[in-house]
Nanobody, 127 residues
Framework: QLQLVETGGGWVQPGEFLELSCKAS????????IGWFRQAPGLEREEISC?????????SYADSVKGRFTVSRDNTKSTAYLRMSSLRPDDTAIYYC???????????????????WGQGTQVTVSS
């Protein structure tokens, strides 16, 4: 069964950076569109980034993270990444990666569903 496991969360001060990893079961990452989500206490889950399958030639970002976060993938390591820079207290949340198998024309369509979810990793930004 396909599984996703996030790592890399932690506590940082405002302005610092973190990189989250999302490792997929061996040999499965390449076929997956990967989305990154976060959920802060009391708020709805927010989709913050997406990277298309295979080479990851298409990426997208929510306005709240655009210019600060970068999504990437390394299929040889079966791992996707979310590098988060210039972190702010309002970035504090549980971060999730998710995967879906989609046709080429439907890669990063906002609001699309995902079939596979990681367990989440906590990111806390405070001084």
């Amino acid at each position: 069964q396909l599984q996703l496991v996030e790592t890399g969360g932690g506590w940082v001060q405002p302005g610092e950076f973190l990189e989250l990893s999302c490792k997929a079961s061996a040999g499965t990452l390449e076929m997956l569109t990967i989305g990154w989500f976060r959920q802060a206490p009391g708020l709805e889950r927010e989709e913050i980034s997406c990277i298309s399958h295979r080479s990851g030639s298409h990426t997208s970002y929510a306005d709240s993270v655009k210019g600060r976060f970068t999504v990437s993938r390394d299929n040889t390591k079966s791992t996707a990444y979310l590098r988060m820079s210039s972190l702010r207290p309002d970035d504090t949340a549980i971060y999730y990666c998710a995967g879906a198998i989609r046709p080429p024309s439907q890669q990063c369509v906002p609001g699309s569903s995902y079939n596979y979810w990681g367990q989440g990793t906590q990111v806390t930004v405070s001084s």
